[in-house]
C-alpha cells in the first residue's frame, strides 16, 4: 500500500513538472493567449467598469493576449477574473465584509483556477485591480507618460490572499504634474486637486472656494466692515478692516458663518468637505470674550473651534455626510484644554514651522518638539485629525531640499497619532520643480501604505525614471541627505540659497555625479531630458551661490566660481526649454529677465 501511495505521488509530482504548472499555480496568459475572461456585473459601478478596461488594457500589454469583458449574466466559465461583487462571486461561495472594506478597500484572492478582485463600489475594486497589477505583477507608474510595465511570454501567478484597507481617508500628493487623473487612480489617490473623473471613482471633493482660509469668503470686510466692524478682529485696539481675521465669539458671525456654509452645501451636493478656517495671516481677535475663551482653553484655537462647532452643529441634521474643516494653523495649532471638535468636524493640523531635514518624530529641532506636543494633544481629542504638510522650498523651488528620506517616516509618526488625512503641499503651481516626480511617486507609496519603504520606492523610481542613470543620481541623493544627518543641519520649507546644508565642495561633487548620469543615458534622447530637467536643481544651486560670493554674501570658493561659469550656459539651456513657470512660490517668472540679472551678478559675458 505504501509502495502504491508513493508511486501516485510521483506521477502527480512528474504531472505537474511535465505541464509546467505547479499546484496552487494559475496560468492568465501564454504565448499570447489566454483561456480568461473579466466578470463584472451589468450594473458595475463606473470606476469598475472602468477597472476591468485598465486591467483587460494592461494585461495585453503584458502578454499580448486580450482578455474578454463579459456581464455576469453569462454562464460562468472554469477561468474567470471576477471584478466586484456580481452573481459569478456569488456562486463561487467567496465570502467577503464588504462593509469593513469601506469604499476603498478591496480583496485579491484566488480560489481554484478563478482570481477574485472585489471591494468599495465607489473606488475598491478599481483599487483593486491597480493593487493586482503592481503588487503582484509588477507594475508601475512612476509619472505622467512613465510607467513600468513588465512583458512577460507566460504570466502566471502563484496562491494569492491579500486584503487591503487604507489606514488614510484623504491622501494627496499636492504636485503639479500629480494632478493627472489616470497618475492619481493608478497609485490609489483620491486628491482632492487631482483631475480624477467619475470614471475615476471621483475623489476627496472640497467644495469650489472653500478650501482654505475661508474667513473673508464668508464673512467680506468690503461687504460687513463698514456697517458692522465688530464682526472682525480687535487688535490692539482697533478693529481690522482688510484681510484679517474674525470675531469667532460673536453671534453674528457664527450665523453668517453658518448660513454661508449652508448655502454652499446646498448649491454644491457633489462636495463633502466645506472649510470654515482662519485667514492666511495672525491678527487674531483680542475681544474680551474671545480672549476670556482662548485663555479658559489656554489656546487662541479655542474662538475658532467654537465658531466651527457651532456651525457643524447646525447643519449636520441636514447634511449628515459633509463635512465642516478647520485649520490648527500657527496661533491656532495648540489644542484647546476641554473644547473637543464635533464628529462632522476635521481639524487639519499644519506643520509649517517644522524642520524637515530629520524625521518629525526623532528631531532635536524646537519646532519639531512643539509641534510633537501638538500632534500628540491633538491625536487624543480630534475624532476626525487630517495634516497639511510641507515638502519643498517655498522660496526656491528648484533649490536641493533635503527631505526625502523623511518622507515615509513622517507619514508613518501622522497615522501612528491617528490621522486620517495628509495634504502634502509641494509645488502644485509649476511643472519641472526639484525632483519633483520622485517625491511624488514616495508620497503615493506611503500614503496608499504607511508601512512601505520609502527606501525600495526610491530605488525603484529612479531605475525605472532614470534607467542606467540611477546608479549616480542615488549617490547625488545620499551625498545631500547624509550631510544634514551628520552635521544635523535643520532645513526648513522657506531655506535661503546660503543654507549651510549645501556647501561649494558639496555642490561640486553633485555636479559631477550628475555629469556621470548624463553620460551613461546619452544615446537615450527620452532619459537624458530627464535628467537634465532634474540637473537644473544643481545648477540652480550652483549658480545662486556663485551669485552670493560675487555679493560678498558668502565666502569665496574657487571651484564654485569655475564650475558657476562652466554651468551657465548648458543650465540656461534647459532652463530656458522647461516648462518652469515659477522659482518660488506664487511668483511668476520672467525667464529672460532671470538670466540677465545672474549673469551680470556673476561677470559674465552672456552670449545668447
Not at 291 to 301: C, G, H, N, P
Not at 508 to 531: C, F, H, S, T, Y
Amino acid at each position: 500500500m505504501l509502495q502504491r501511495a508513493m508511486l501516485v505521488l510521483v506521477a502527480v509530482v512528474f504531472c505537474l513538472f511535465a505541464t509546467g504548472a505547479p499546484a496552487g499555480e494559475v496560468v492568465l496568459a501564454e504565448n499570447g493567449q489566454s483561456a480568461y475572461q473579466i466578470v463584472v456585473a451589468d450594473n458595475a459601478s463606473p470606476s469598475t467598469r472602468h477597472g476591468a478596461e485598465e486591467l483587460q488594457s494592461f494585461l495585453e500589454q503584458m502578454t499580448g493576449a486580450k482578455l474578454p469583458i463579459i456581464s455576469d449574466r453569462q454562464p460562468m466559465g472554469p477561468k474567470e477574473i471576477i471584478l466586484g461583487d456580481n452573481a459569478h462571486l456569488r456562486k463561487l461561495g467567496v465570502a467577503i465584509d464588504f462593509a469593513a472594506l469601506g469604499r476603498e478597500g478591496y480583496v485579491i484572492r484566488t480560489v481554484g483556477e478563478h482570481l477574485v478582485i472585489a471591494g468599495g463600489q465607489l473606488r475598491g475594486n478599481m483599487y483593486g485591480v491597480y493593487g493586482f497589477l503592481e503588487d503582484h505583477l509588477g507594475c508601475r507608474w512612476f509619472a505622467p507618460g512613465v510607467s513600468r510595465i513588465p512583458k512577460s511570454a507566460r504570466l502566471a501567478i502563484g496562491p494569492i490572499d491579500d486584503r487591503q484597507v487604507p489606514a488614510l481617508e484623504y491622501r494627496e500628493p499636492f504636485v503639479f504634474e500629480c494632478f493627472d487623473g489616470d497618475w492619481c487612480a493608478r497609485n490609489r489617490m483620491n486628491s482632492a486637486n487631482g483631475r480624477l473623473e467619475e470614471k475615476h471613482g471621483g475623489k476627496v471633493a472640497f467644495a469650489d472656494g472653500f478650501f482654505v482660509h475661508t474667513f473673508a469668503r464668508l464673512a467680506p470686510p468690503d461687504k460687513y466692515f463698514k456697517e458692522h466692524p465688530e464682526y472682525f478682529s480687535l487688535v490692539k485696539g482697533q478693529r481690522m478692516n482688510g484681510y484679517a481675521q474674525l470675531c469667532c465669539t460673536n453671534p453674528d458671525v457664527i450665523r453668517i458663518c453658518t448660513e454661508g456654509i449652508r448655502e454652499a452645501m446646498r448649491r454644491q451636493p457633489q462636495a463633502t468637505v466645506f472649510s470654515v478656517s482662519q485667514n492666511d495671516c495672525d491678527q487674531h481677535c483680542e475681544c474680551p470674550n474671545c480672549q476670556a475663551l482662548a485663555k479658559q482653553e489656554d489656546s487662541q484655537m479655542a474662538p475658532v473651534l467654537q465658531l466651527v462647532n457651532r456651525v457643524a452643529e447646525a447643519v449636520e441634521k441636514e447634511f449628515p455626510d459633509k463635512i465642516v474643516e478647520t485649520l490648527a494653523y500657527q496661533w491656532t495649532r495648540r489644542a484647546p484644554k476641554t473644547l473637543r471638535p464635533r464628529p462632522n468636524v476635521v481639524v487639519r493640523l499644519c506643520s509649517i514651522e517644522c524642520c524637515f531635514s530629520h524625521p518629525l518624530a526623532t528631531c532635536d529641532s524646537e519646532q519639531n518638539r512643539t509641534f510633537r506636543a501638538d500632534m500628540e494633544a491633538w491625536a487624543k481629542v480630534a475624532p476626525r485629525l487630517w495634516v497639511w504638510d510641507y515638502t519643498t522650498d517655498f522660496a526656491h523651488y528648484l533649490l536641493p531640499f533635503p527631505n526625502r528620506r523623511v518622507l515615509g517616516p513622517n507619514i508613518r509618526f501622522f497615522v501612528a497619532h491617528n490621522v486620517k488625512g495628509i495634504f502634502e503641499e509641494d509645488t502644485p503651481d509649476t511643472t519641472n520643480s526639484e525632483l519633483w516626480a520622485l517625491g511624488g511617486y514616495v508620497m503615493a507609496k506611503c500614503l496608499w501604505n504607511p508601512n512601505y519603504d520609502s527606501n525600495v520606492a526610491i530605488g525603484d523610481f529612479l531605475e525605472g525614471y532614470y534607467g542606467k542613470a540611477a546608479g549616480p543620481i542615488r549617490a547625488y541623493l545620499d551625498l545631500l541627505h547624509e550631510r544634514t544627518e551628520r552635521e544635523n543641519i535643520h532645513v526648513t520649507i522657506y531655506v535661503g540659497v546660503g543654507s549651510p546644508h549645501l556647501t561649494g565642495e558639496l555642490l561640486v561633487k553633485a555636479d559631477e555625479l550628475w555629469r556621470q548620469a548624463e553620460g551613461l543615458v546619452a544615446a537615450e534622447p527620452d532619459i537624458l531630458q530627464r535628467v537634465k530637467l532634474s540637473r537644473m536643481s544643481v545648477d540652480y544651486a550652483v549658480l545662486e551661490r556663485a551669485r552670493l560670493q560675487a555679493q560678498h554674501k558668502l565666502p569665496k570658493n574657487d571651484g564654485l566660481v569655475l564650475l558657476a561659469a562652466a554651468r551657465f550656459k548648458p543650465f540656461f539651456e534647459v532652463f530656458q526649454a522647461s516648462n518652469l513657470t515659477r522659482l518660488t512660490e506664487g511668483t511668476p517668472l520672467d525667464k529672460g529677465a532671470y538670466r540677465r540679472d545672474l549673469a551680470r551678478d556673476l561677470r559674465l559675458k552672456d552670449e545668447q
